[in-house]
């Protein structure tokens, strides 16, 4: 994963040592200023978004309360038939068993109360993989093309080896332009779901708005996960089922937008890739790493197909992973 990680970021930050090594800049010297700058960003905002997240995660069951209340009092008609569906369930559970659900043995299980002490539980794992990302990153970019001329020195012909140059260029800016392109969109469309739950008035707009962002890179499901979240605190924060769902049916507005017309346009037909692969290497990925996986799932197939494209042997493969 360190290594998926570290090479989709050198594809897409390798054109910025290429500027400053026209600049007169070394290699070394401006790889080291980016994983710096990366390092510091990641930091601060890591820093500004953890308190209002964890106090979010550690208000989360009161929340789920306030929430049913407020489904209660605005549906309350529907309560009815739904507890009749479950005593059913109940009673069709006991027929099968032989065994009355009051009869059974009380199962009693430790949970813990405070949501944020899971989700820190992680933090080590996670920084020891951040730092291994990091390193790697930074000898991928000051190396620079060192793997690549030690290819074209043992080619044979010198035809081969400008041909195993020019494809390798074209892999490396087609991957960079697909990066900075989608990067690009998350961080618009992360903008206007934060911009859009500050003017409604929702609590910590900036976390909302970088959690747009960030489930963005996961196709159908992230854009799912984001709105579920939203409405959960647009019910809790605003008065009334109806104003509490706005700022969710906003964000629903904005990420259909932008999957169906801006997302197509500006990154093109050629790049679409087809949703049954999509789907299926989520689920692989998700199955593999959890979810990094899924945030690189498409990132990784869509540079696949870049280089399937400008491989003659490959492009069958492109045409299949395409639309």
């Known amino acids: 994963m360190p290594i998926a990680f570290a090479w989709l970021a050198n594809s897409a930050l390798t054109p910025v040592v290429r500027f ?12 080291a200023a980016i994983v710096f700058t990366l390092t510091a960003g990641g930091m601060i905002g890591a820093y500004r978004l953890s308190a209002p997240a964890s106090a979010w995660a550690e208000r989360l069951p009161e929340d789920i309360r306030v929430i049913q209340g ?30 009355p659900a009051r009869d059974k043995p009380l199962q009693v299980a430790v949970v813990s109360n405070r949501p944020s002490a899971n989700l820190l539980s992680g933090m080590w794992d996670i920084g020891a993989n ?34 195993v140059v020019a494809t390798a260029r074209a892999i490396e800016d087609g991957i960079a332009r ?14 206007l779901v934060g911009t859009t739950c ?27 996960c984001g709105i ?28 259909a937008m932008e999957g169906m017309f801006l997302t197509p346009v500006i990154v093109g037909r050629r790049m679409t890739l087809s949703p049954v692969f999509v789907f299926v ?7 593999l790493w959890g979810i990094p996986g899924a945030l690189l799932a498409v990132p990784i ?23």
């Open 281 to 287: 290497w989520l689920l692989l990925m998700s199955w």
């Open 301 to 323: 197939l869509a540079a696949g197909k870049i280089v399937c494209d400008h491989v003659p042997r490959l492009q069958v493969l492109g045409r299949f992973l395409g639309a």
């Open 130 to 163: 951040l730092t291994i990302t990091l390193v790697l990153l930074y000898f991928m970019l000051a190396t620079g093309d060192a793997f690549l001329t030690k290819v074209v020195e043992v080619m044979p012909r010198l035809s081969d080896a400008k041909a």
């Open 228 to 255: 579920a979240v939203v409405a959960a605190v647009g019910l809790t924060s605003l008065d009334g089922l109806i104003e509490g769902l706005v700022p969710a049916t906003i964000y629903a507005l904005i990420t």
């Open 178 to 191: 697909y990066l900075t392109t989608v990067l690009s969109i998350n961080l618009v469309l992360g903008v």
């Open 198 to 224: 500050w003017l409604l008035g929702l609590p910590n707009p900036a976390l909302w708005g970088a959690m747009a962002a960030i489930f963005n890179f996961v196709p159908y499901v992230g854009a799912l």
């Open 70 to 99: 407020k489904l209660r009092s605005d549906m309350g008609d529907m309560r009815t038939p739904m507890e009749t569906m479950a005593k059913a369930t109940e009673a069709v559970a006991t027929i099968a068993d032989g065994t």
């Open 20 to 31: 400053g090594r026209r600049w007169g800049l070394p290699a070394p010297l401006t790889a």
